[in-house]
């Protein structure tokens, strides 16, 4: 039997298909998530449906608690509830606030500022390299930046922020011990091991389905002051998290791309429609009347350090371009890891791709210990 109110909130929010709408539905007719788990009965069947009203029947066992916390201790994984000092304070106040967040990493999510990126999976290089930028220069701010771990923008900001020695926050459409996308296994690494946190609403082992990004989406708009969006075509799955910041009273800004290329769509359409145009972090800054500390100028030829993994793949392409397979035979690393260096590389603009799949050094370059100069 749980005997803490805490614990029986996480059961209960951990159960697919306890929305939040339902979970506090619930809450209002039983008085406390304790009192679901001691009395729960067939009046819950009208809140939350046949379905739901199987699948928590079923989770109402100790067996099922115990599984859930031993999950979450083997994954190093902590929750945070809408009671506690470490969730987010903006959340709270979206009309549907998650009644439990997984947290691997660190678990206070209170955060005074905190800013979303977000943009296509499909960044060109121009929007990757803006992502990284604003990343970036947002962490040498101080500020928090939130993304949703995804391929394209979303990773580029996070690499970009840890590069700025800040703090980063990635909430995913799974649960917090699933690695999705695959290949940014070791980006997931680095924002748990370098202060960040990886977190989500849906419990431990909740597969990434694509009804869960929309929900996710608000989580991400609804922890922020405010909303980047760097590139998205028309149609984008970013405009979610836009309307979901827009419903939330968050400000949302737009960078500026070039007008006839289909990822300046909707960051030209928001900015028609009265968005906040931002060429740098400082813009986002000034116009959230948040001061920023004052910046070490950078080194003019100052050239980004590269680690073993990305000197190979670095020391390959010195010579001719060479395609991914053909990398991939000679580097001898997973596919995954050779995507996750390629990107690193391209960000860093050390490395582009050519038609036909082939990859090129952009600057011819000799190696110094592990610093391209």
């Known amino acids: 039997m749980l005997n803490q109110e805490r614990d029986a909130r996480i059961w209960l929010a951990s159960v697919e298909g306890v929305t939040p709408a339902r979970f506090r539905r619930l809450l209002a007719?039983?008085?406390?998530?304790?009192?679901?788990?001691?009395?729960?009965?067939?009046?819950?069947?009208?809140?939350?449906?046949?379905?739901?009203y199987l699948e928590l029947a079923a989770a109402r066992?100790?067996?099922?608690?115990?599984?859930?916390?031993?999950?979450?201790?083997?994954?190093?994984?902590?929750?945070?509830c809408t009671?506690?000092?470490?969730?987010?304070?903006?959340?709270?106040?979206?009309?549907?606030?998650?009644?439990?967040l997984f947290v691997r990493g660190r678990a206070d999510l209170s955060d005074?500022?905190?800013v979303a990126v977000v943009g296509s999976r499909r960044a060109?290089?121009?929007?990757?390299r803006q992502a990284e930028r604003f990343g970036r220069e947002l962490a040498q701010a101080g500020v928090t930046v939130v993304s949703g771990m995804a391929r394209g923008t979303d990773t580029a900001a996070h690499m970009g922020c840890l590069a700025g020695g800040g703090r980063t926050v990635a909430v995913l459409g799974c649960g917090v011990d699933v690695v999705y996308p695959p290949e940014n296994r070791e980006l997931f690494a680095r924002v748990v091991g370098e202060g960040g946190s990886i977190v989500s609403e849906f419990a431990p082992g909740t597969e990434p389905l694509p009804?869960?990004?929309?929900?996710?989406n608000r989580?991400?708009?609804?922890?922020?002051?405010?909303?980047?969006?760097?590139?998205?075509?028309?149609?984008?799955?970013?405009?979610?998290?836009v309307q979901h910041a827009l419903d939330q009273g968050r400000e949302v800004f737009a960078m500026p791309g070039p007008v006839d290329a289909p990822m300046s769509e909707m960051p030209l359409q928001l900015l028609f429609e009265g968005a906040c145009l931002v060429r740098g972090a400082d813009d986002m800054l000034g116009h959230l009347r948040w001061d920023a500390p004052e910046a070490e100028p950078d080194e003019p030829d100052a050239m980004p350090e590269l680690d073993a993994d990305e000197l190979t793949v670095v020391r390959l392409l010195e010579n001719e371009p060479l395609?991914?397979?053909?990398?991939?035979?000679?580097?001898?690393?997973?596919?995954?890891?050779?995507?996750?260096?390629?990107t690193t590389l391209e960000i860093k603009e050390i490395m582009k791709q050519l038609p036909g799949c082939m990859y090129v050094l952009e600057r011819s370059s000799s190696h110094v210990g592990g610093v391209l100069s």
């Open 29 to 52: 007719l039983y008085g406390s998530a304790q009192e679901v788990f001691r009395s729960f009965d067939v009046q819950a069947r009208g809140i939350l449906g046949e379905r739901a």
């Open 61 to 80: 066992t100790d067996a099922y608690f115990d599984a859930l916390m031993d999950t979450m201790r083997k994954s190093g994984m902590q929750a945070v």
């Open 83 to 100: 009671e506690d000092p470490a969730y987010p304070p903006l959340l709270l106040h979206i009309g549907d606030p998650p009644p439990v």
């Open 112 to 114: 005074a500022r905190m």
């Open 124 to 128: 060109t290089r121009y929007g990757l």
């Open 211 to 216: 009804q869960h990004f929309p929900r996710r």
């Open 219 to 241: 989580i991400i708009s609804g922890m922020c002051a405010g909303v980047l969006v760097t590139e998205a075509a028309r149609g984008s799955g970013a405009m979610i998290t």
């Open 323 to 342: 395609s991914f397979d053909q990398l991939l035979a000679q580097t001898g690393f997973s596919a995954d890891k050779l995507n996750m260096l390629l």
